[in-house]
């Protein structure tokens, strides 16, 4: 099966990397089945029914369709199964008699978790959130920086979880030459990607060495940083305002690189003075983001950590948007970005709806525009900008807002 001129480190890494990847893949070519399950608690911010939206278009994304959704109230997930006997007995009944090819779960799993649903529940795979986030995350990386970064991500999260992947890693090795000091098979393999690891992050630093050079010869000129919840319009704006053309797509994390583009922003009052800045397209986030995630992208995030504005883009015609401005918020704060200069651009009002007297609502709140800016806009310190950037609509008022922001800047600097 393997090259027989394959060093063993790497022979152990590429099966671990290969029993991995088959968690996540079928060599069958027909769309996979999937279901959701979440657990409702009291401590939630967030509807159960619109976290399970969201899993639902992480799986679209993945390339697989949602059958049917299973939610259970609990005070908390089930140690053992995540969620309850009865539940998990419902759970498996379903995926046999449908024959489902994945079930997903809204939270992260603990590795014990993930056994003891295999033991009830077998032939089909199980994943959480983080695995689905990283399987998008491994096909939408396209630069070194983006594939080594997910790499990284997913060595970090495999190592927990070796056991139980291969029913042979109990055992000792045996064979000639192979009567070693007693080293378990897991252990070599823990060992291997931990090795992995550490070359990963060494060679992460080079790349960032490279990143950090680039960023300082900007030094002297404005930088502007679109940031936001996935799939909000973040790259549509990009497009509109540098004129360039980077990948839109109605997905979840199409945009993982952070792509920087000159722009040039004209006096909106007609006269001859213009400020010239670098725009910078981020990676999106979402809530319940893995956290080694955020550690493993900070390299990219750092265009957010290092700009002079920050535009926070919101997809104002979600109902949920409140609650994906405080997930965005505490990934910048996380990052050490929380206290940049703000411009909040509420996207996507095409998806308003229209009364008789042709006044705009504001996504499900009932309020206009105006309303809108008095009330819950006037609680927040940045100010704000309403656009559509499919219909190009109040773009130049977008532009007229950074300038003055950047103007300010300038004077004061």
Not at 157 to 173: D, I, N, V
Not at 189 to 211: A, C, F, N, P, Q
Not at 256 to 267: E, F, G, M, Q, Y
């Amino acid at each position: 099966m393997y090259d027989i001129e394959m060093p063993s480190s790497d022979l152990i890494l590429h099966r671990i990397i290969l029993e991995f990847a088959h968690t996540l893949h079928t060599n069958d070519i027909k769309i996979e089945t999937a279901i959701l399950v979440g657990v409702n608690t009291p401590k939630q911010t967030m509807p159960i029914e619109e976290t399970l939206d969201e899993l639902e278009q992480l799986v679209y994304t993945s390339g697989a369709v949602t059958k049917k959704r299973f939610i259970q109230n609990l005070e908390h997930p089930q140690p053992k199964t995540y969620v309850g006997k009865g539940k998990l007995e419902e759970i498996k009944l379903y995926v046999e008699k449908n024959k489902i090819d994945l079930i997903i779960f809204d939270d992260e799993l603990t590795p014990a978790q993930v056994r003891n649903i295999e033991t009830e529940i077998e032939n089909t795979k199980i994943l959480s959130r983080t695995h689905l986030i990283l399987d998008i995350f491994a096909n939408n990386a396209k630069t070194a920086q983006a594939k080594t970064q997910v790499e990284l991500a997913q060595s970090i999260f495999m190592l927990p979880r070796l056991t139980g992947m291969w029913t042979h890693l109990s055992k000792q090795k045996g064979g000639i030459g192979m009567k070693g000091p007693g080293e378990k098979e897991i252990e070599t393999d823990r060992r291997v990607l931990r090795d992995k690891i550490s070359l990963l992050k060494t060679r992460l630093t080079e790349i960032e060495k490279v990143g950090f050079t680039q960023r300082k010869s900007r030094d002297g000129v404005f930088r502007c940083a679109l940031v936001g919840y996935t799939n909000v319009g973040k790259s549509t704006i990009m497009n509109l305002m540098s004129r360039s053309d980077v990948l839109v797509e109605n997905k979840l994390f199409a945009t993982l690189d952070a792509t920087v583009r000159k722009v040039v922003i004209p006096n909106p009052d007609g006269m001859g003075d213009m400020i010239p800045l670098l725009l910078s397209d981020t990676v999106g986030f979402i809530r319940k983001l893995p956290t080694l995630l955020i550690e493993s992208f900070k390299s990219t995030l750092a265009e957010a950590m290092e700009t002079d504005l920050l535009i926070h883009v919101v997809d104002i015609s979600n109902t949920a948007f409140e609650q994906q401005m405080m997930s965005v918020k505490e990934i910048l704060h996380e990052i050490g970005a929380g206290s940049k200069p703000e411009l909040i651009v509420f996207n996507k009002v095409d998806a308003f709806h229209e009364s008789d007297d042709d006044d705009f609502f504001v996504g499900s709140t009932g309020m206009t525009i105006e309303q809108f800016e008095k009330s819950w806009i006037a609680k927040e310190i940045a100010p704000a900008v309403f656009i559509s950037a499919h219909n190009n609509w109040n773009i130049e008022k977008l532009r007229a807002t950074i300038f003055e922001m950047l103007s300010q800047q300038k004077m004061a600097r």
